[in-house]
């Protein structure tokens, strides 16, 4: 079972940026795909980033163009670069894998999350 630990969140202010780190244990990271997804107080779960284990990647609409998702399969890490940020960006971000290569691949392992306040 992988598992996945989430860094790097906290306060800042509309317009800055963050980086989000996901750590996976294990060695066969490099085989699958992974994501973020967040949580406002509130409202449903909605997935913001996807990258498939060959680097092929997927965003919300209402990320496209702020948010890149990058992965060093050397350090079993994914990432979360978020630029612009917005006040409606504030959530609890997610890491998740999937269980197999594909963006479309089942869902697997989730972390507890690291929460992202953007202050207006």
């Known amino acids: 079972q992988v598992q996945l630990v989430e860094s790097g969140g906290g306060l800042v202010q509309a317009g800055g940026s963050l980086r989000l780190s996901c750590a996976a244990s294990?060695?066969?990271?490099?085989?699958?795909?992974m994501g973020w997804s967040r949580q406002a107080p509130g409202k449903q779960r909605e997935l913001v980033a996807g990258i498939s284990s060959d680097g092929s990647t997927n965003y919300a609409d209402s990320v496209k163009g702020r948010f890149t998702i990058s992965r060093d399969n050397a350090k079993n890490t994914v990432y979360l670069q978020m630029n612009s940020l917005k006040p409606e960006d504030t959530a609890v971000y997610y890491c998740y894998s999937r269980s197999g290569p594909f963006l479309t691949s089942g869902m697997g392992a989730w972390g507890k999350g690291t929460l992202v306040t953007v202050s207006s």
């Open positions: 294990g060695s066969i990271f490099r085989l699958y795909a």
